[in-house]
């Protein structure tokens, strides 16, 4: 009797807990995106520049002496696995023709994007003025910038991660390298 008193209280408690809802298969998620903190070092490109780079990026240079009128150079955020292109040309006389360039490349993404945003960047000591894009939704380039001097030097750049773009998982880095792409461009001086 004590047997069967002992089955039917441990199928009693079985019944209680085993009652509930079904599994649910949990989403795909994506890993967290730990942001470096905020420094930069000053760094003098060899294309004739000077200017302030985040402290977790690296410089490549891609053309050691300048080929024609352009000199080529990127950064690399490895930790985001991403580059930022950039194209520096002497102006010569051609200052117009090189913004509406840079424009048309950055309209180009028109079509995929969410919305772009100017963000007009000027440093008056030194005679600095360009614009920032930021370039929302599923494009391949989210960033996108140029800067002159508006005599000698003209400067362009393009951001590119290295895999799909997932505007989602890659916000909190695009609103961080919106941050540090403006400072890059605010401490460019020319020789």
Not at 69 to 91: G, H, I, K, S
Request: with cysteine.
């Amino acid at each position: 009797m004590i047997k069967w008193i002992h089955i039917a209280v441990i199928c009693f408690i079985v019944s209680i807990f085993s009652c509930g809802n079904p599994p649910i298969p949990k989403p795909e998620g994506f890993y967290r995106i730990a942001l470096p903190s905020e420094s930069y070092r000053s760094v003098e490109i060899d294309c004739g520049l000077s200017l302030e780079k985040p402290e977790y990026s690296i410089v490549e240079i891609v053309n050691n002496e300048k080929s024609g009128d352009a000199c080529w150079f990127n950064f690399r955020f490895n930790q985001f696995n991403a580059r930022l292109y950039c194209t520096q040309v002497d102006v010569r006389n051609n200052l117009v023709d090189l913004m509406e360039e840079a424009q048309e490349m950055v309209f180009s993404h028109d079509m995929k994007s969410n919305g772009i945003r100017r963000i007009r960047v000027a440093e008056d000591e030194k005679g600095l003025n360009g614009v920032l894009y930021h370039i929302g939704g599923p494009v391949a380039t989210p960033i996108q910038f140029f800067v002159t001097d508006s005599s000698n030097h003209f400067l362009r750049g393009s951001l590119y991660f290295n895999h799909a773009p997932n505007a989602d998982s890659t916000a909190p880095v695009v609103n961080r390298l919106l941050h540090d792409v403006e400072h890059i461009m605010k401490s460019i001086s020319w020789e």
